[in-house]
């Protein structure tokens, strides 16, 4: 299948099946333990049903809005993503280049495997940076003004990545992030020649073969195999280096609002990492009416965590999301096309936001409110 005759996220998500080597399709695709807030993020949102609105002018649809001070073609940004350039040569830069054109932001994960000057260069959009806390806060600091000074305008901080998390299909597959070159995945690479070829030699000439084939990551080894636990106290302290909109990515726990808010939050993404970390975490979708109560419009609440569609955008954008953030479908179209697959996968979910809101009656995105969705039991009841 060639990217354009890919019409979702699911076909993206197929010929990157097909492209990647299993054990590096699983790194992307899977979940901690038993995988049950991976599904569980899915399942809350196939629950919802969006009810039409009857007698509305939907010829014009808007799709803009505006979160952290930026404004977006489009109510959804992509989610930080480490590990991205195992999936395609063209990665971050790539990514930033195509995000740009999309007019939506792009959030460049402390992991990136390209440094964040060189992914500010390649774009000319919005950009966020996703932070973990090093334990040594020189290092941290350090950070944070080099990406003040490439021009990333909000910051992520991560919060929900105390420890290394347990995540089994990389265990049996044998593979460890980042992403090495052991004998057994140099074996799996003689059967994706396209994939091995890209991975080692890349395609823009502007990382050395040694360089990818030891995924010696810009920042990783510091930022990401040290990650510490986040307390109040370093959000003061974080909150007193960074100017710009502060954002605190991982919450579940509505309770957490008013300290964050006290402590000069922006922005709060309702996320439990894709289900990559607590395993028995609850669905996003499920404590974001909680979390955006709390924050009674005193900060921004975004969510993300299994959106593949436009009908999904609107869910969450229903239940109170001010942007939703999607993550492995543009590592699935990375790796089933580059650049161009993550400018298809762009298009597809806008053309899908739009639709949607055409058919469900909803010109605008501040048109979308709780009454676009009903809970099931609800829906029940009044059928
Ligand atoms: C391969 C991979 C790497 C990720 N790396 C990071 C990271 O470095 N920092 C972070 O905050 N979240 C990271 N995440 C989590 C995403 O930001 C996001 O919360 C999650 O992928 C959303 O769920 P979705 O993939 O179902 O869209 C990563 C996710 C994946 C799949």
Redo the contacts with the bound molecule.
Sequence with gaps: MRIQDAHSAADLRRIARRRLPRAVFD??EGGAGDELT?AA?RAAFDRLCIRPRAFVEVRDVDLRTRALGEAMAAPFAL??????RMCSSDAEPGVARAAARAGVPY?L???SGAPPERVAEAAAGPLWY?L?LHPDRGVTEELVDRVEAAGYRVL?L?I??AVKPHRERDLRNGID?PLTITPRLALAGLRRPRWARDFLLGTDGSESPLKAATAAYDNFADA?MHIKSVTLEDLAWLRERWRGPLVV??VLDAAAVEPMLDHGVDGI?V??????NLDSAPATLDVLPEVVAAAAGRAEVLV?????RGTDIVKALALGARAC?????Y?HALAAGGERGVDRLLELLRNEVHRTMALAGLPSVDAIDAGVVRPPDRQLKEA
Excluded: E, M, W
């Excluded at 989610?79 to 991205?84: D, L, N, Q, T, V």
């Excluded at 996320?271 to 990559?276: A, C, E």
């Excluded at 993300?304 to 593949?308: C, H, S, V």
């Excluded at 953030?325 to 479908?329: N, Q």
């Design positions: 790194a992307v991976l993020n989610a930080p993503c480490s590990f991205a959030v994960a402390g992991g996703q973990y992520f991560t929900d990545t992030l990401v990515k991982g993404v996320s439990n990492h894709g289900g990559r993300d965590g299994g959106i593949r953030l999607v993550g492995r479908p590592l």
